[in-house]
């Protein structure tokens, strides 16, 4: 069973625009969130995280929002370039070292 | 740092043959962590260790999969007879306690 859902598999966005990946978790337990991007052939590298007692971390043009009463977190991208173009996993943990991974979410940005 | 080592890159086999996926973690980290990508199920964790000692491998489908750490700087995912199910990306992370996890570039395995 999931315990961490992306909904959307895909997502395409002009260059430019703002770019919104969304996730959602079942496990209150959860009090870490990360975000990692992964390109093509390669693992998946560590982007941002934020933990429970924030609703907000940013850094340069990555920012993730936590929602903790709607088990949602998303992370904003703005502005997209086309090198952001990758698969973006959203992970969790629960204080313990292993991660849930959600399926990914393949973003296209379109020059 | 070289980051995390594994090997092979692509292994193509065929049913019943044993498969063994080899890692290096960072120099340093301490954690281990084997994962298996697949379309439906996204990053799946298989089973970590933490100071070469298995602490979680739940994560592992059956009994045809193993993983042994027999040293720091070394760890080995074994999969044992192997079945085209097993068709994935296995990619291997470490870390330092629970820091950052960092990933190799995976093995890309295929079985016929």
């Known amino acids: 069973d999931q315990q961490v859902k992306q909904n959307s598999p895909s997502l395409s966005v002009q260059e430019g625009r703002i770019s919104i990946l969304n996730c959602d978790y079942t496990?209150?337990?959860?009090?870490?969130f990360l975000w990692y991007k992964k390109y093509p052939a390669e693992g998946p590298t560590f982007l941002i995280s934020?933990?429970?007692?924030?609703d907000k971390n940013e850094d340069g043009r990555f920012t993730v929002f936590l929602n903790k009463s709607a088990k949602h977190l998303s992370l904003h991208i703005v502005p997209s370039q086309p090198g952001d173009s990758a698969v973006y996993f959203c992970?969790?943990?629960?204080?313990?070292?292993?991660?849930?991974f959600g399926t990914g979410t393949r973003l296209t940005v379109i020059p | 740092d070289a980051g995390v080592i594994q090997s092979p890159r692509h292994e193509v086999t065929e049913m019943g043959q044993e498969v063994t996926l080899r890692c290096k973690p960072i120099?340093?980290?301490?954690?281990l962590f084997w994962y298996r990508q697949t379309m439906m199920r996204g990053l799946e964790l298989l089973i970590y260790?933490?100071?070469?000692?298995?602490?979680?491998d739940s994560g592992m489908p059956e009994d045809r999969f193993s993983a042994k750490m027999p040293n720091a700087s070394f760890s080995t995912l074994k999969i044992q007879p192997s079945e085209p199910r097993d068709s994935a990306v296995y990619f291997c992370?470490?870390?330092?306690?629970?820091?950052?996890?960092?990933f190799g570039p995976g093995t890309r395995l295929l079985v016929l």
């Open positions: 992370a470490s870390s330092w306690d629970s820091e950052t996890q960092y």
């Open positions: 496990n209150s337990m959860f009090d870490y």
């Open positions: 934020i933990s429970s007692i924030k």
């Open positions: 992970a969790a943990r629960t204080g313990a070292n292993n991660l849930f």
């Open positions: 120099s340093g980290h301490n954690s």
């Open positions: 260790f933490n100071n070469n000692v298995p602490i979680d």
